[in-house]
């Protein structure tokens, strides 16, 4: 069946601005969660507790914060996370094992230099320590983050044991200078022998489109597939808006979303939007257009997580602005997650951006073909940008992509 080409991407039924993020998500069958740096604060707590049907540890699950030492483990921070998330029945996300970032100072420095063997023995040690802790608590695991550099330059080769972006001292340790990268299959094998319970996924950030980096991860997670290691994929989703040329971190175009989510659900795996964000310029302080179009690409997000079925968790990565890494990362963005830093009734206050993840998650009719995904900057003259900022001239046509995802509103 050919379906007529419509200008929107949703059509939504009645919102009422009283219904939750966390039971919209349950009543879709997704889970709508929230990165969270700690869970102290009453209104940071009652907002999660409200809004959120999943949670994952910012920071405090990371190598650097568990594995203080080479025979010493410290738990207290992601416990506090994790327990208040099971406690509520939230979906639970475990973030990360293998990451170039964020290492313990004993292993990060040039002082530590094990070999090969010793290094995969200590690997195997963290990974089945961690996931023991955890056992039955968490349930998916992003065990392998960023192995591919940034800027589609290929694999991280380990050139180098400092904390640089194209550096891993993973990599450097087993061999991947000489372009053996056993260490990623070798981490999936100990978590899949660790906890044959808990889903294990593959992370990584600027691969959500089509493009050379987006190639190489989907080879990646089809090798491990194919030998039975990997579930899913994590989508970070770190994006901007407004019309801007500068930068690369935060690539997307919304109809490549669509064709990459089809190759990689057609592996058999399940897309997990892990880290969603989505800055804009903070100085000047943003216009009303400005925000319109922030709230069009949430919406547009989500409903593009929505029409592909194996797409089951859309998480921000954080809660409310305050919290957010992006001011740090990028001067002069912000403004990044739904909700604000004022609150009311013991709740953060929620943004436009919130109202536009609520409307595509009300809608009855979900459409996800490859133009049918609107391009959300414009520079008033005419010309369109995707939420990179590279020129779009025109979408081409091809109703191979058109599909269509009815649900029957609660």
Same mark, same amino acid.
């Given at each position: 069946?050919?379906?007529?080409?419509?200008?929107?991407?949703?059509?939504?039924?009645?919102?009422?601005? !009283?219904?939750?993020?966390?039971?919209?998500?349950?009543?879709?069958?997704?889970?709508?969660?929230?990165?969270?740096?700690?869970?102290?604060?009453?209104?940071?707590?009652?907002?999660?507790?409200?809004?959120?049907?999943?949670?994952?540890? #910012? *920071?405090?699950? $990371?190598? &650097?914060?568990?594995?203080?030492? #080479?025979?010493?483990f410290s738990y207290s921070g992601a416990d506090a996370i994790? *327990?208040? =998330? +099971?406690?509520? &029945?939230?979906?639970?996300?475990?973030?990360?094992?293998?990451?170039?970032?964020?290492?313990?100072?004993?292993?990060?420095?040039?002082?530590?230099?094990?070999?090969?063997?010793?290094?995969?023995?200590?690997? $195997?040690?963290?990974?089945?320590?961690?996931?023991?802790?955890?056992?039955?608590?968490?349930?998916?695991?992003?065990?392998?983050? #960023?192995? +591919?550099?940034?800027?589609?330059?290929?694999?991280?080769?380990?050139?180098?044991?400092? @904390?640089?972006?194209?550096?891993?001292?993973?990599?450097?340790?087993?061999?991947?200078?000489?372009?053996?990268?056993?260490?990623?299959?070798?981490?999936?094998?100990?978590?899949?022998?660790? @906890?044959? *319970?808990?889903?294990?996924?593959?992370?990584?950030?600027?691969? #959500?489109?089509?493009?050379?980096?987006?190639?190489?991860?989907?080879?990646?997670?089809? =090798?491990?597939?194919?030998?039975?290691?990997?579930?899913?994929?994590?989508?970070?989703?770190?994006?901007?808006?407004?019309?801007?040329?500068?930068?690369?971190?935060?690539?997307?175009?919304? !109809?490549?979303?669509?064709?990459?989510?089809?190759?990689?659900?057609?592996?058999?795996?399940?897309?997990?939007?892990?880290?969603?964000?989505?800055?804009?310029?903070?100085?000047?302080?943003?216009?009303?257009?400005?925000?319109?179009?922030?709230?069009?690409?949430?919406?547009?997000?989500?409903?593009?997580?929505?029409?592909?079925?194996?797409?089951?968790?859309?998480?921000?990565?954080?809660?409310?602005?305050?919290?957010?890494?992006?001011?740090?990362?990028?001067?002069?963005?912000?403004?990044?997650?739904?909700?604000?830093?004022?609150?009311?009734? &013991?709740?953060?206050?929620?943004?436009?951006?919130?109202? =536009?993840?609520?409307?595509?998650?009300?809608?009855?009719?979900?459409? =996800?073909?490859?133009?049918?995904?609107?391009?959300?900057?414009?520079?008033?003259?005419?010309?369109?940008?995707?939420?990179?900022?590279?020129?779009?001239?025109?979408?081409?046509?091809?109703?191979?992509?058109?599909?269509?995802?009815?649900?029957?509103?609660?």
């Amino acid at each position: 069946m050919r379906f007529l080409f419509v200008p929107a991407l949703l059509i939504c039924a009645g919102i009422s601005h !009283a219904q939750t993020l966390k039971s919209l998500a349950q009543s879709r069958g997704i889970y709508v969660g929230a990165a969270a740096s700690g869970v102290t604060n009453a209104t940071y707590d009652t907002t999660l507790n409200r809004e959120f049907n999943g949670i994952v540890c #910012e *920071n405090a699950m $990371k190598f &650097g914060s568990i594995m203080t030492g #080479e025979n010493a483990f410290s738990y207290s921070g992601a416990d506090a996370i994790v *327990n208040f =998330g +099971v406690a509520r &029945g939230m979906y639970v996300r475990g973030h990360n094992f293998i990451w170039h970032k964020q290492m313990p100072g004993w292993f990060s420095g040039t002082t530590y230099v094990p070999s090969r063997d010793s290094t995969f023995r200590m690997m $195997k040690k963290y990974i089945n320590n961690v996931m023991a802790h955890y056992r039955g608590k968490i349930n998916e695991w992003d065990i392998v983050n #960023e192995a +591919v550099a940034r800027d589609s330059s290929g694999m991280r080769l380990g050139s180098g044991y400092s @904390d640089a972006s194209q550096n891993s001292k993973w990599a450097a340790l087993t061999d991947a200078p000489n372009h053996n990268f056993d260490y990623i299959d070798s981490a999936f094998a100990y978590a899949r022998r660790a @906890d044959s *319970n808990v889903l294990l996924i593959y992370n990584d950030y600027d691969c #959500e489109g089509m493009g050379k980096k987006s190639n190489y991860v989907y080879n990646i997670v089809a =090798g491990l597939k194919n030998k039975g290691l990997v579930d899913g994929i994590g989508l970070q989703c770190h994006f901007y808006v407004g019309p801007s040329t500068s930068g690369s971190n935060g690539a997307w175009v919304p !109809a490549e979303m669509v064709s990459n989510f089809q190759r990689l659900a057609a592996l058999g795996l399940r897309i997990s939007l892990t880290e969603v964000d989505m800055r804009i310029q903070t100085n000047p302080a943003p216009d009303s257009a400005l925000l319109a179009k922030q709230r069009e690409g949430y919406k547009t997000l989500m409903g593009i997580c929505l029409a592909q079925p194996a797409c089951k968790a859309f998480f921000t990565w954080g809660v409310n602005d305050s919290q957010s890494w992006i001011p740090g990362a990028f001067s002069g963005y912000g403004q990044a997650l739904l909700f604000d830093n004022t609150s009311a009734n &013991g709740v953060y206050n929620r943004k436009a951006v919130y109202y =536009g993840v609520q409307e595509a998650l009300t809608a009855t009719s979900i459409w =996800g073909h490859k133009t049918n995904l609107k391009i959300i900057a414009d520079d008033h003259q005419s010309h369109r940008f995707d939420l990179r900022g590279r020129l779009v001239t025109a979408l081409p046509y091809n109703p191979i992509f058109v599909t269509k995802k009815t649900v029957n509103p609660k």
